[in-house]
């Protein structure tokens, strides 16, 4: 089984809203990332986690929040998005670093 | 020099014939490298790795690495109208190192 669930599917946001996209995962995986991707561009990078610990953030704006409250579960809190911000959010997982990482179906953000 | 070099397509290939996409990368001390399908408006689908020079195969996909030409292809044989899709070129740098770096991606299409 090489699921990554992500919840919701889609979303839509005021610029004053605060919402959460989820990620779970259950093989056992180690390191999890979020990844945001604009239409026509490969995935960025957003943050990792590994062993539940922040290792890597990419200079995202502090709007974005992640948060991973156990090895199974990673959050991104989303508060005051500009219009820029909408994308498709994927959150994806792999057993160690550097090993291969299998995603999430992803989540559709419009911030209006 | 981008760290990660795709051509972007469009690739077009018969059907039954075989397809090969490459990539190329910056990093001489990369260590493990994917090639990722990715259909439009879903997520990157994971359908190869490779760490070690030579070719892994995979059903009817092969993968090829060459470190010292810092290269990377993929051949699928046997090409299916299903298999038209972007294929994503991605390189960790190393291992212990969790920033997957994607290409720009060749989107390919399979002509019946």
């Known amino acids: 089984d090489t699921e990554v669930t992500q919840t919701p599917k889609h979303l839509v946001m005021g610029m004053t809203n605060k919402k959460s996209l989820k990620c779970e995962q259950h093989m056992g995986h180690r390191a999890m990332y979020w990844y945001k991707q604009k239409a026509k561009k490969p995935p960025e990078l957003m943050f990792v986690y590994s062993y539940e610990k922040l290792s890597i953030n990419e200079s995202v704006p502090s709007r974005f929040s992640p948060e991973c409250p156990n090895s199974s579960l990673l959050n991104l809190h989303l508060h005051a998005l500009q219009p820029e911000d909408s994308a498709l959010y994927l959150c994806?997982?792999?057993?160690?670093?550097?090993?291969?990482?299998?995603f999430g179906q992803g989540t559709r953000l419009t911030v209006v | 020099q981008k760290e990660v070099e795709q051509n972007s397509g469009p690739l077009s290939v018969p059907e039954g014939a075989i397809a090969s996409l490459n990539c190329t990368y910056s990093?001489?001390?990369?260590?493990?490298f994917f090639w990722y399908r990715q259909y439009s408006g879903k997520s990157p689908e994971l359908i190869m790795f490779i760490y070690s020079n030579g070719d892994k195969e995979d059903g009817r996909f092969t993968a090829q690495l060459n470190k010292a030409s810092q290269y990377v292809s993929l051949l699928i044989r046997d090409s299916q109208p299903s298999d038209s899709a972007t294929y994503l070129c991605?390189?960790?740098?190393?291992?212990?190192?969790?920033?997957?770096?994607f290409g720009t991606g060749t989107r390919l299409t399979i002509i019946p």
């Open positions: 990093d001489r001390g990369s260590q493990s």
């Open positions: 994806a997982s792999s057993r160690l670093e550097g090993t291969e990482a299998f």
């Open positions: 991605a390189v960790n740098p190393n291992f212990g190192n969790e920033k997957l770096t």
